[in-house]
């Protein structure tokens, strides 16, 4: 059913060039400028946005339009870096509920690439066994399974993956109940050992 | 550490372990089935979850606690934390709950198991429980296509109510960026009927409006979205023209008035619709050369029905208006002249005949005929052959047969016309008859005119084109006329009849008229392929519209103007019964035709002339036998009124 209905969307994606104005490829011009082009980032603290569920786009703009979750100031990674620097929450406070839809689909729509990552093996072995006790449930298939609609962590960004981490840990982005549990049972080094396993997906 | 101090390190650590694990109801601490027996948990989703895990408001004090009902959030939100705010955006905000969907939470199934609320089979139920109204939505779902191949064939990727609606953020219809709303519809249906999707965007001419984002129909315009039919029964066919002429008046209106648009109205199963000649997915226009209906084209349209065609046969035109000069000139001069013939003749005869019936009632009322009437005498006189009797019954059989096979096609959308089609057997039993009963008038009037001949030429029989015995106009019959139009206005006597009045003699001309006009051009729609091996397509429509307008011409002129001359007259109320019995009174004989009877007697021939009177049963029998038909056909002509009154 999921996978009919992400088809469904996905083909949607697909049609938007076509029905669309030119203002999602604009729009998408604009979170290239950090999010690298087709959405893969290239920057270790910006994640990489193209391939994740359209569910988990719109959640994350809708999130980030409340303000409740942390969005720190970046400068632009590429394209016109002399534009000044910006937030999530800036951003999304200027989309309306038309674009957030239209940019989850044509992101959604994009492949997922992997990043390449320099990772410590031994980390990353302990990670992934904590990975398969306490996060395949819903992170499935080394977490890059967008079926499951939750954050895409297998082959991200390490270094934003950190941040995220640390996010949780300081209640400064909310999570579900289930994981703060799990979370709040992992030590830091715990926490790096996921992080390189993450990395080590590629 | 000594042992004391050891011990009591170790139970205090017991006890504050105790402590802390008492404050906790963890069901592997607690047992909930102590007092929970009745409890069954069979999810399937959530084999390994305890039950403190949703009820996470449950302390091992619980028991006395007056404990509030979790919210979703409270409860399921604690894993699926992003859902209950993906469902919070969607229509189903505030409205419905996940266990509204996913059903009891002991029982919640895996998504993709089948027994689960919301697998494809169980989703009606589950969203039906709030979505009956109105009831379309479920009962149409249910008996169209998508529900018969989900519930029936046992299909469980046919799409279902999330398939097209999403699960957890489900959009209004109305909003442009729903997978339901009317823009996005191609796109929705095209994810699983591809093949068609592709045709349709990219050949036909719905489908290139809908890529440049002008108004068009969409899939939802023709298919419907929950009630979605067999589009190649005969039902969705024929509604389908309906739909098509939403937006394409003139061309309903047209095709209407074809042979196609009436008798698939009457049910002919096999007749064109407009999907069959304009294709369904890949309509174009005419002009298009890529179109089924384009000039290089429509041959090979026509082909799929019609076998054996010429291209001549393709220049028929289907959606002709005759009504129109620009349309095909050829074709509208025709109709022109036949419906000029057709007031004509009403409006001649209507205003003779109105006049005629006013002077005989006051002339009945006066008792003028009261001696004919009378007959005192007893003697009758013959005035036609057994051959002549026969030859009119053909004449009546075959004319009704006609007429009630013929004119629920033309007036195929009168309230009688259906009806009437499945009296005679359907369709295609009608046309049958129709058929043979114009083989029939075909077979008759070879006979006559043999018959003629062999009068004329064979045995040499004298006065047949000229004279008073004849059927040929002459100067008498205008003379006739214009006496009769001062009898009917009180400024004279009726003038003397001879054999043949002038409106006997146009009686039967006209059938030479009739028959011929109609028996053409009836043959040009049975063997339109042979008669376009030779002609131009543009004879169809000519032939169309020359049967249709002489149908009405033959058959009200026989219902009406004929029934009233020689049957209907109030002097020869009820019934005038001589066409069927052959003879008349003798009374009525010097009355109607005294120069007739004149040159009988000065001849000397009037006892060959007498005969015997008819007996109780002749006349019994012949008035039956004229009953029915007189019946019918008057029927027939109600019919016609009442047709073209609610045209």
């Known amino acids: ?202 | 550490m000594t042992t004391p101090v050891r011990f009591a390190s170790l139970l205090l650590a017991a006890l504050a372990l105790l402590f802390l694990v008492t404050q906790t109801a963890h069901s592997q601490d607690i047992d909930c089935g102590e007092c929970h027996a009745d409890v069954s948990f069979t999810s399937t989703a959530h084999p390994d979850l305890t039950c403190h895990e949703c009820h996470t408001n449950v302390t091992a004090a619980h028991e006395d606690a007056d404990l509030e009902p979790l919210s979703d959030e409270e409860s399921c939100g604690e894993c699926h934390a992003s859902v209950g705010r993906g469902i919070g955006r969607s229509v189903h905000g505030g409205e419905a709950g996940c266990n509204d969907c996913h059903g009891e939470p002991h029982e919640i199934h895996e998504v993709a198991d089948l027994a689960s609320a919301v697998s494809p089979v169980n989703q009606i139920q589950s969203c039906g429980g709030c979505h009956d109204d109105p009831p379309e939505l479920i009962d149409g779902y249910l008996a169209g296509e998508h529900g018969k191949a989900l519930l029936l064939s046992g299909l469980i990727d046919a799409p279902s109510c999330s398939d097209c609606h999403g699960d957890h953020r489900i959009m209004a219809v109305e909003k442009g960026r729903a997978p339901t709303a009317h823009g996005n519809s191609p796109e929705l249906c095209g994810s699983c009927h591809q093949l068609l999707f592709e045709d349709w965007k990219n050949m036909s001419a719905h489908g290139h409006a809908w890529q440049a984002e002008e108004e068009g129909p969409v899939c939802v315009d023709c298919h419907a979205s929950h009630e979605i039919v067999d589009p190649t029964t005969y039902n969705a066919r024929h509604a389908g023209a309906r739909n098509c002429g939403g937006c394409h008046e003139e061309y309903l209106t047209t095709f209407r008035g074809s042979f196609h648009g009436q008798a698939l109205h009457l049910g002919l199963s096999g007749g064109a619709t407009c999907a069959d000649c304009h294709t369904p997915h890949k309509n174009l226009a005419a002009d298009d050369p890529a179109s089924s209906v384009h000039p290089d084209n429509v041959l090979e349209t026509c082909g799929q029905c019609h076998e054996d065609i010429t291209p001549a046969f393709a220049t028929f035109d289907v959606h002709s208006d005759p009504t129109n000069p620009e349309d095909n000139f050829q074709v509208y001069i025709v109709w022109l002249f036949m419906t000029s013939l057709l007031i004509g003749v009403f409006a001649f005869f209507g205003i003779h005949d109105v006049l005629w019936l006013q002077r005989s009632l006051v002339g009945v009322m006066r008792g003028e005929f009261d001696e004919e009437r009378r007959a005192e005498s007893g003697q009758w006189i013959r005035r036609f052959r057994r051959r002549n009797i026969r030859m009119h019954v053909v004449i009546i059989t075959t004319f009704l047969l006609l007429a009630l096979t013929g004119l629920p096609l033309k007036f195929h959308d009168a309230a009688w016309a259906q009806t009437l089609i499945n009296l005679l057997g359907g369709i295609d039993s009608t046309r049958f008859i129709h058929r043979i009963a114009a083989i029939g008038t075909f077979g008759y009037l070879l006979v006559h005119v043999l018959e003629v001949l062999k009068r004329a030429f064979i045995r040499g029989e004298k006065g047949m084109f000229w004279g008073p015995n004849s059927m040929t106009p002459q100067p008498k019959d205008v003379a006739d006329f214009f006496g009769n139009l001062k009898y009917f206005l009180y400024m004279g006597e009726r003038p003397p009849g001879d054999r043949w009045t002038y409106f006997e003699k146009f009686d039967y001309l006209a059938v030479f008229w009739g028959v011929a006009m109609i028996g053409i051009s009836g043959l040009f729609l049975w063997f339109p392929a042979f008669f376009t091996s030779f002609l131009p397509g543009w004879t169809l429509n000519v032939a169309h519209v020359i049967h249709s307008d002489e149908a009405l011409l033959a058959t009200g002129f026989i219902f009406f103007f004929h029934f009233f001359h020689t049957h209907l007259r109030p002097e020869s109320f009820p019934m005038d019964l001589v066409v069927f019995l052959g003879k008349i009174p003798l009374e009525r004989f010097k009355s109607e035709r005294p120069l007739e009877y004149q040159r009988i007697v000065d001849s000397g021939e009037l006892d060959d002339y007498l005969v015997e009177a008819p007996n109780k049963r002749q006349i019994r029998d012949a008035y039956r036998f004229g009953s029915i038909f007189l019946i019918i056909g008057v029927i027939l002509g109600v019919f016609i009124v009442w047709a073209l009154l609610t045209h």
């Open chain 1, 1 to 202: 059913m999921k996978r009919i209905f992400l088809f469904v969307l996905s083909a949607l994606a697909l049609g938007i060039p076509a029905l669309a104005s030119a203002n999602v490829d604009a729009l998408m011009q604009e979170c290239n400028g950090c999010h690298g082009d087709n959405g893969v980032s290239q920057s270790s603290d910006v994640p990489t946005i193209a391939g994740l569920a359209e569910f988990v786009h719109v959640d994350a703009l809708f999130i980030y339009q409340d303000e409740a979750r942390p969005c720190a100031e970046s400068e632009y990674r590429q394209g016109d870096t002399s534009r000044p620097a910006t937030s999530m929450c800036a951003i999304a406070a200027e989309l309306s509920e038309d674009d957030i839809d239209a940019l989850a689909a044509a992101y959604a729509a994009l492949p997922y690439v992997k990043a390449k990552q320099d990772f410590d093996a031994d980390k990353a072995a302990a990670g992934k066994d904590l990975h398969d006790q306490h996060c395949d449930r819903c992170h499935s298939e080394e977490g890059t399974n967008p079926d499951d609609e939750a954050g895409m962590l297998g082959g991200q960004q390490m270094g934003y993956l950190r941040d995220t981490f640390a996010a949780y840990a300081d209640g400064s982005r909310e999570q579900p109940g289930k994981m703060q549990e799990k979370l709040e049972a992992l030590s830091a080094d715990d926490v790096e050992a996921l992080v390189h396993y993450y990395g080590s997906v590629q």
